[in-house]
């Protein structure tokens, strides 16, 4: 009877030890996101227009090459913007790639329009997209790579502002920066001011936006030269973890480079599913184990209070410049 009474005990203090937590974490959530934690959120205010400009010198004399892949299928719709985003960038030492998979909604015709000033582009069959980015990667050249997908585009001066950035700083194996999130149109509607980076907390959630980063050959050919054909998904992701155990330095640089767009047939919409898997299986390879949710929360806590405080570092600096400009 007593040993009965003590399991009774135990499961009633469990649940309300469980439903506490719960209650603290959603808290903790909505304490953040009034204070102004933003990340993982596209969508966070009315569109306005996007009129961001990069200032940034380069030395012509010897500019770093740099090569550029963007992936594609059937996004004829954008890709002419992501196009015109790189080659507008007039950076002297480029190699631009445009690997499509066989698309059958007039990108090529797009593509056919831009045959002189591209270095490579075909349209066939592929692997998916990290056998896209893989395929265009083995036809250019750089020491400086990045990819860049069919629906997102560089921002103005980007590429001087990154071969600047590596030339001062020839430890730096990877770089990235804030990212602007648009729309359809082209129109701002959020953006990400991410604090510097963090080793450890990226081996617990991805807040590396992919668009905005730039890494060097060297480090691409220490982990193996090609991203993962196995995702669909996180490849990405992946291949940051693998250029932290390879020793890559990091910096998320105090810039905006480029902009991710948020529209409703994108792949990180259509694809949940198997993001949610592959993400998973990361965290397990990482970590050994299958990861409890309010155990990555944790993890990535000190991360999003840092982020908060660049929120509004950035908010009093940007509100200093408007009222002096």
Known sequence: MIYQLRKIIMK???????????????????????????????????????????????????PVSIAIVTPSLNQGRFIKRTIL??????????QYAVQDGGSTDGTVAILEQYNDQLSHWESRKDGGQANAINRGFSVVSGDVMAYLNSDDILLD???????????????????YGHRIIIDEEDREIGRWILPR???????????????????RRRIWEAVGGGLDEMFQF???WDLILRFIEAGAVFRRVPAFLAAFR???EQKTIAAEDIGIREITMIRKR????????????????????RHVVYVWIYRIRDAIRQITN
């Open 234 to 236: 996180a490849m990405d």
């Open 12 to 62: 009633i203090t469990l649940a309300i030890f469980n439903k506490a937590v719960r209650f603290c974490g959603i808290l903790l959530r909505k304490m953040l996101y009034y204070a102004g934690c933003r990340l993982e959120i596209f969508r966070q205010y009315p569109p306005r227009s996007l009129a961001l400009l990069q200032t940034a010198s380069l030395e012509q004399s010897d």
């Open 85 to 94: 985003s790189v080659l507008s960038q007039k950076y002297p030492n480029l």
């Open 157 to 175: 001066g980007a590429l001087n502002y990154v071969a600047a950035y590596f030339k001062k700083h020839p430890h730096v194996d990877v770089l």
């Open 197 to 215: 980076h963090d080793d450890m907390t990226i081996q617990w959630s991805d807040y590396i936006p992919q668009e905005t980063m730039f890494w």
């Open 286 to 305: 990482i970590h050994g184990r299958e990861i409890d949710g309010r155990l990555i929360e944790l993890a990535v806590l000190p991360y999003k209070f």
């Open 262 to 264: 948020h529209h409703a």
